[in-house]
């Protein structure tokens, strides 16, 4: 069965700083995505960033970018030039290319000090 | 575009009571799923709907959950009876059909509080 792990519950970064959070992932698929999801106290779940694991090219969004490295099934997330608004839960998840289903790690809570 | 929409955002209701949570998904979105996360613990996957058939029902806790999907629009999760532990936030999610990674958008979650 396929697994997603968070180990770090909780970070803080500075602001203006870069903070990574991490994770890593165990699946025998070959086909499969990646996914960063920010909860900020709202609740609503928004995507940050994707990535296709056929992809060697580490995908980009701005501020956000990941650190892919498929040997190692890890799918790192670093936040550069960290503002007050990027405070929130992350959840990294992963779907098999088959399935529509995600699969959530326990989640990361990212705090930004002025 | 209206996104995805729940209701309600909050109930609270007694031990043997039945709840019933409601996902309007985002219009045209042929895949629709339901997630909960219990206190303190990781998101996890209860069913996937593809228009009104269920795909994939794998996560479903027990029998007293009953989820539909009505014509292959809004979606229905209810809760009977409540226990205790069915405690938590669900959420509802929806996708286009297609290969890729193609993003699954999120409702604000109902949070339920069973007592």
């Known amino acids: 069965a396929q697994t997603v792990t968070q180990s770090q519950p909780e970070m803080s970064v500075q602001e203006a700083e870069t903070v990574t959070l991490s994770c890593t992932y165990d699946?025998?698929?070959?086909?499969?995505?990646l996914f960063w999801y920010k909860q900020p106290p709202s609740r609503q779940m928004i995507l940050v960033i994707r990535?296709?694991?056929?992809?060697?090219q580490n995908a980009t969004e701005n501020r956000f970018s990941v650190n892919f490295q498929k040997a190692a099934k890890s799918f790192s997330l670093k936040i550069s030039d960290s503002q007050l608004g990027d405070a929130a839960m992350y959840f990294c998840a992963y779907r098999a290319g088959n399935t529509g289903k995600l699969i959530f790690g326990q989640g990361t809570t990212l705090q930004v000090k002025p | 575009e209206a996104g995805v929409t729940q209701f309600p955002s909050h109930s609270v209701i007694e031990k043997g009571q039945t709840v019933t949570l409601r996902c309007d998904p985002i219009?045209?979105?042929?895949?629709l799923y339901w997630y909960r996360r219990v206190m303190g613990k990781e998101i996890k996957f209860l069913l996937h709907f593809v228009k009104e058939s269920k795909q994939d029902e794998s996560g479903m806790p027990n029998n007293r959950f009953l989820a539909e999907r009505t014509g292959g629009t809004y979606s229905t999760l209810k809760v009977q009876p409540a226990e205790l532990e069915d405690s938590g936030v669900y959420f509802c999610a929806s996708r286009v059909s297609g290969t890729g990674a193609t993003e699954a958008f999120f409702g604000q979650g109902t949070r339920l509080t069973v007592v």
């Open positions: 219009s045209g979105h042929d895949n």
């Open positions: 990535q296709e694991a056929y992809k060697q």
């Open positions: 699946t025998s698929e070959s086909d499969y995505y």
